[in-house]
DNA sequence: CTTCTTACA
DNA sequence: TGTAAGCA
């Protein structure tokens, strides 16, 4: 989750845009007119664009050159952004079984009797991992 | 000098 | 989509 804060980080304007991605300022303004991106502006209106929105504009500029329409495009547009948070969304419960397994395991450390010799997590170190 | 909007071809 | 005008 923290590299999709740095991913939808505006960062650069649209000259280095043009030379990432090949397309003319025209192109991408127009991109925007139709709403496949939906890049940050400045204080002083200057578009600012994201890892996130280069992407996007590589995804859009593949497509048209196979001879997608934008009405295609944006519909393609859509499905990425619905499979994309099923993965994410997939990726937190994957997230949270991993913590629950590891709450398990630690409580059971807690409960059984430490072994003499063998070194171990003391109550104080494992506390806040427990709900209180 | 770069970018922005608007308008016309 | 390209290009020009007039601003910021």
Known sequence: ???EIRRSMPLFPIGIVTKLTEL???QIRYYEQQELIKPARTDGNQRLFSFNDV????????WMEKGINIAG????L??????????QQE???????SEKELR????????HPERPGRTHL???ELSRFFRH
Request: hydrophobic content about 30%.
């Open 1 to 3: 989750m923290r590299d």
């Open 24 to 26: 003319t300022p025209r």
């Open 55 to 62: 992407d996007t504009l590589l995804q859009i500029k593949s």
């Open 73 to 76: 495009v944006k519909e393609m």
């Open 78 to 87: 859509q499905q990425s952004q619905q499979e994309l948070k099923v993965v």
């Open 91 to 97: 990726e937190r419960t994957k997230q949270e079984m």
């Open 104 to 111: 398990r395991m630690l409580k059971r450390q807690l409960i």
């Open 122 to 124: 003391t109550h104080g």
